[in-house]
């Protein structure tokens, strides 16, 4: 069976959190490579340097040097392609403004709920 996407950026300083979502990315076979970063700083350069080229990233929004929501405002920034890049909000808030904030940003493709399951994975259009 073919992956729905190539590669997926999880974004996420909870070790935990990466370890269950990555697991099932992998299991539901959702991406053929999972790379996984703790801090905003190191994808932004990661992605900056081209040395990823995701086609989804997973991105948390509450982690402690730099938010999600400051990391797509760098995002914004870089000098990359990122027509090809969906991005989803993956986060355990469910306050109603970052979901607004979230959905105000032109790159922000969702916002979803952690963990996440097979079900939601499904949901994600290619």
Do not use: W
């Not at 997973?58 to 982690?63: A, H, W």
């Not at 990359?80 to 979230?102: G, Q």
Request: proline share 5%; hydrophobic share 40%; glycine share 4%.
């Amino acid at each position: 069976m073919v992956a729905h996407f190539r590669t997926c950026l999880l974004i996420d300083d909870n070790p935990l959190d990466n370890l269950i979502n990555s697991t099932i990315i992998k299991r539901d076979n959702f991406a053929s490579e999972v790379i996984i970063v703790e801090a905003p700083e190191k994808a932004l350069s990661l992605l900056s340097s081209g040395k990823v080229k995701p086609d989804i990233i997973f991105l948390d929004i509450r982690m402690p040097e730099m938010s999600g929501f400051d990391f797509l405002v760098e995002y914004g920034n870089l000098d990359i392609e990122k027509n090809h890049t969906k991005i989803f909000i993956l986060s355990s808030s469910i306050d109603p403004r970052d979901i607004r904030k979230a959905e105000d940003n032109k790159y922000v493709s969702g916002y979803l709920t952690k963990s996440l399951t097979p079900d939601t994975l499904r949901k994600i259009e290619c």
